[in-house]
């Protein structure tokens, strides 16, 4: 007599599809059979949870990034897994490594080709101030030719301190007003930097 087949589930699975996580909804009304909440904080949401990363490596902090890509660390869960290395398709730059002063007018060049809005993210010490090398030819901090939104400290920051970074990058992008990117304030960070 055949004995009866069974299928066993494996408890880690089970977990898995229990951990799903849905982004909160943004504040506002709500009643039976409706919603509604501003255009900003729809917009906010979306942006927040599918940021385009464009990954700047050049270095040591370049490796503990690919670590944060690896699937213990994933930055998957953060709607980030789309890397781009085309800056017109990316909305932020992640700047891992030494930048050195021949290399800075290339990065400034990749900042001006990404699209509006534009977030840039530094990681590691050499990317925020040029970190040990107090030398001629390095940078002594990408802040110099581009504007920076958050500093992740550390040589190397290991991935959680990146992915800590991510999250304050989609904290800014979430509550970023829409008329953030017309102020006079934003136009005059620009024109610091000599962006039009
Ligand atoms: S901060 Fe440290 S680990 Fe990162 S690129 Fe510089 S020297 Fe390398």
């Not at 699975?13 to 919603?35: K, R, S, T, Y």
Request: hydrophobic fraction near 40%.
């Amino acid at each position: 007599m055949p004995r009866p087949v069974r299928f066993n589930v494996h408890p880690r699975e089970a977990d898995i599809h229990n951990n799903i996580a849905i982004a909160e909804m943004p504040a506002g009304l709500q009643g039976e059979g409706f919603f509604a909440t501003s255009l900003e904080k729809v917009v906010g949401l979306a942006r927040k949870n599918s940021i385009w990363p464009l990954p700047f490596a050049t270095s040591c902090c370049g490796i503990e990034f690919m670590a944060t890509m690896g699937s213990h660390y994933d930055l998957s869960r953060f709607g980030s897994e789309r890397m781009g290395f085309t800056p017109r398709q990316c909305d932020l730059i992640m700047v891992m490594g030494t930048i050195s002063k021949k290399m800075a007018p290339i990065l400034r060049q990749v900042y001006l080709q990404m699209a509006e809005p534009r977030w840039v993210l530094a990681v590691g010490a050499c990317a925020s101030s040029g970190g040990i090398f107090d030398t001629y030819s390095v940078l002594q901090g990408i802040d110099q030719v581009i504007p920076v939104d958050v500093y992740v400290p550390g040589c190397p920051p290991r991935p959680e301190a990146i992915l800590d970074g991510v999250l304050r990058i989609q904290d800014l992008v979430h509550n970023e007003s829409l008329r953030r990117r017309h102020s006079e304030h934003y136009k005059a960070l620009l024109n610091s930097y000599g962006i039009q």
